[in-house]
């Protein structure tokens, strides 16, 4: 069994940073890639970031350039820095273990406004 919690998350203005952490338990996810996912209200859940290495790593296009995922396996943690945040950035932001059908965290609300 896998356990996931992120953190991180709150309201930023326009341009600012967050730092969302993952924090995994359980059955070690060091092997497996890791994804943040992201749902915004009337959206569906959609792929943000995932890695599975330093060398491996998938941004959605929105993304690039302005967020960057990691992971420190030592710790069973995953990051998701995100610079430059725009409105549309706003959504609950979700962890997820990706070996077999999958794990989830409970998500972190980002809220970016003035």
């Known amino acids: 069994q896998v356990q996931l919690v992120e953190s991180g998350g709150g309201l930023v203005q326009p341009g600012g940073s967050l730092r969302l952490s993952c924090a995994a338990s359980?059955?070690?996810?060091?092997?497996?890639?890791m994804g943040w996912y992201r749902q915004a209200p009337g959206k569906q859940r959609e792929l943000v970031a995932r890695?599975?290495?330093?060398?491996?790593?998938v941004y959605a296009d929105s993304v690039k350039g302005r967020f960057t995922i990691s992971r420190d396996n030592a710790k069973n943690m995953v990051y998701l820095q995100m610079n430059n945040l725009k409105p549309e950035d706003t959504a609950v932001y979700y962890c997820?273990?990706?070996?077999?059908?999958?794990?989830w965290g409970q998500g972190t609300q980002v809220t970016v406004s003035s």
């Open positions: 359980g059955s070690s996810s060091s092997i497996y890639a």
């Open positions: 890695i599975q290495s330093i060398y491996s790593t």
């Open positions: 997820k273990d990706e070996r077999g059908s999958g794990y």
